[in-house]
């Protein structure tokens, strides 16, 4: 008997937990129980209350080795249901022409390439090339999401149209916009079945205006908010995404108070998420707002913003928090997700140059096409191995942590950064983040039960 590698224990104050990764259990326990399995001194406990504790996954009779082809099987069962059910996940750039020049725009260096560069539009071509892709391989969400750039530009009704002439009948089309120009296609999204629209903005009025400079118009911030009521009077669902940064962070009330002189903040189509600002494509840049400090400042900042009206989601790992709540509230195991980001098996971004590119954060750059769609089809094996065979590498390098069936080894444009390495691990703080997450979860599970 031993102590099962798939522990992970969690102290807060008072309060000590233990949770078994591979069985999904979660449990409070005392102190003198937490100690028992943070020294390992098993020879501590009744044969009573190893008992339970076996039943419960904490303590096993399978070898570490064992153990971990028991994890292994599970992500590739997980592989296999899954990833084989969903199907793939469609992405089309109309262009990487934008209305905004920001500074921290993870396409930056596409600006650089020039006017003509960016003035490439899709043609209609590629368009009808993309469709026939979709409709080989149809996805189980039968949704494609228009990004680019910004696809709303009023530059690109064009070819807008001629995405929703071929969509087909039983598709959605969801927008990824900065919103400015929605104005001038609010006819051409509530005459298709449109599903949602993501917009951004720069926290507070003041810090968007500041940062999002456009040559249209001085106030952006203000037309975004009145595009957004206008959507959503048309019954249009719009998610609004806040870029955070440590400035801008400490400012959400005013934030909160701007949306509040409208109505769409309380229709339940709009709702409101909040992301930090990583910066994939420089070095570390100690002034960012890290990971850990932003969940932490969002959940302080929770209680505060429910008063306002606002239900708050983040970006970052939400799922975890959600799992955690759903396995609580229910009495169910956790469930799994072990792998980080769907780059690395199913996401296929169509640009205007003809190219197949697997993460938003890599597109426009040759070496990262995983195949070439127009004018011929080809694949680039040696890109396509790289992406879509990173969750199999890293498998071997995380299988006996903890996390794994959580984690699934972190995002490979991270660990190139910082490591040189696109198929190292990329750990970045993922078991404080899970920490806090299960905390949070935990706090508000206990709140609404009480
Ligand atoms: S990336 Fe780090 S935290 Fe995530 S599974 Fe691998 S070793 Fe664990
Ligand atoms: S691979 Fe990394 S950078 Fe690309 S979308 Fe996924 S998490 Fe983001």
Not at 4 to 9: E, F, R, V
Not at 76 to 105: A, K, M
Request: aromatic content about 12%.
């Amino acid at each position: 008997m031993r102590k099962s590698n798939y522990n992970i224990l969690i102290k807060s104050k008072d309060k000590f937990f233990i949770i078994n990764s591979l069985w999904g259990t979660i449990d409070e326990i005392d102190d003198d129980l937490f100690e028992i399995f943070n020294d390992d001194k098993l020879e501590n406990l009744s044969g009573d209350e190893i008992n339970n504790l076996r039943k419960r996954g904490y303590i096993t009779k399978l070898s570490s080795e064992n153990e971990s082809i028991v994890v292994r099987n599970i992500i590739t069962n997980y592989f296999d249901n899954h990833y084989t059910q969903n199907g793939h996940e469609y992405l089309i750039v109309i262009s990487y022409n934008c209305s905004f020049r920001c500074s921290y725009c993870f396409e930056k260096h596409i600006n650089a390439k020039g006017k003509d560069h960016l003035r490439q539009k899709i043609s209609f071509d590629m368009i009808d090339n993309v469709m026939e892709a979709v409709l080989s391989s149809p996805p189980k969400k039968k949704i494609i999401t228009v990004y680019g750039g910004e696809p709303l530009m009023t530059e690109n009704r064009e070819e807008v149209l001629y995405i929703i002439k071929k969509l087909p009948s039983d598709f959605k089309l969801s927008f990824i916009t900065n919103g400015l120009e929605i104005n001038n296609y609010l006819d051409v999204i509530t005459c298709v079945n449109t599903s949602s629209l993501q917009i951004t903005v720069d926290g507070s009025e003041h810090f968007h205006n500041k940062v999002r400079i456009s040559n249209k118009n001085n106030n952006s911030f203000l037309v975004i908010m009145d595009n957004i009521q206008s959507i959503v009077n048309k019954g249009i669902r719009v998610g609004l995404r806040v870029n955070c940064t440590k400035e801008n962070i400490i400012f959400l009330d005013d934030l909160h108070m701007s949306l509040q002189k409208y109505s769409f903040y309380k229709s339940n189509l709009f709702s409101i998420s909040y992301s930090p600002i990583i910066n994939f494509s420089s070095k570390i840049d100690e002034s960012e707002l890290s990971l850990v400090n932003f969940v932490e400042f969002i959940d302080d900042y929770n209680a505060k913003a429910k008063a306002m009206g606002f239900i708050l989601g983040v970006y970052t790992h939400n799922h975890i928090k959600e799992k955690i709540l759903t396995a609580l509230k229910h009495g169910k195991p956790l469930k799994i997700q072990p792998v980080s980001c769907n780059a690395y098996v199913n996401t296929f971004i169509y640009d205007p140059f003809g190219r197949v590119y697997p993460c938003w954060n890599i597109v426009d750059d040759v070496t990262h096409s995983i195949e070439e769609y127009y004018p011929r089809s080809l694949q680039n094996g040696t890109s396509m191995s790289l992406w879509r065979n990173r969750t199999k590498v890293i498998f071997d390098k995380c299988l006996s942590c903890q996390y794994v069936l959580y984690c699934g080894g972190g995002c490979g444009v991270k660990a190139n950064k910082e490591k040189g390495n696109f198929n190292e691990v990329s750990c970045d703080h993922f078991p404080l983040l899970f920490e806090k997450h299960f905390l949070s979860a935990y706090n508000m599970w206990k709140s609404n039960s009480m």
